[in-house]
């Protein structure tokens, strides 16, 4: 199943590390089992992916040859802290502790919905992330995207 995710939501995590999920975001989710694997991003931020996601990034790590120590370190980085989570009947989800500190999640979050995945923020280190947006947007599309002739 493809997703095409999109959205930005400022959302909160309760004392024991639980998060609802929005509505418009189960939505877009299609009333698929809500089972998730959640992990560390590039950066210092957390990625959830819906299971047939995490299945397919896996199975991309799993080409990689164990015998090439930079490919031994890449795959060690990307299920580093890997964790399966499941919506619960309210919509939470829960993360873990070591995961939450990793991020410096302590109460506000943004949840960034793109593709196929779902960046988890702290609200001050994605707030942060925005002042560090180009001045000029076009300068930086011109650059990554003005090569790609997109087929329609």
Not at 45 to 73: A, C, G, M
Not at 77 to 92: E, K, M, V
Request: with cysteine; glycine share 6%; charged share 30%.
């Amino acid at each position: 199943m493809m997703h095409q995710l999109t959205g930005e939501y400022h959302c909160k995590v309760d004392t024991k590390g639980r998060l609802k999920l929005p509505s418009g975001l189960i939505r877009q989710l299609d009333g698929q089992m809500l089972n998730f694997t959640i992990n560390r991003g590039f950066e210092r931020h957390l990625i959830l992916y819906p299971q047939d996601v995490w299945d397919k990034k896996t199975k991309e790590f799993s080409q990689l040859s164990i015998y090439n120590k930079k490919n031994r370190q890449a795959i060690r980085y990307f299920y580093r802290g890997a964790s399966l989570i499941n919506c619960d009947s309210s919509d939470r989800i829960l993360i873990p502790k070591l995961l939450m500190d990793y991020a410096g999640i302590e109460r506000e979050v943004v949840l960034f919905a793109y593709q196929e995945q779902i960046e988890i923020w702290d609200k001050h280190a994605y707030e942060s992330l925005l002042d560090e947006e180009p001045e000029d947007f076009s300068d930086l599309a011109e650059e990554v995207l003005g090569n790609l002739s997109i087929d329609e």
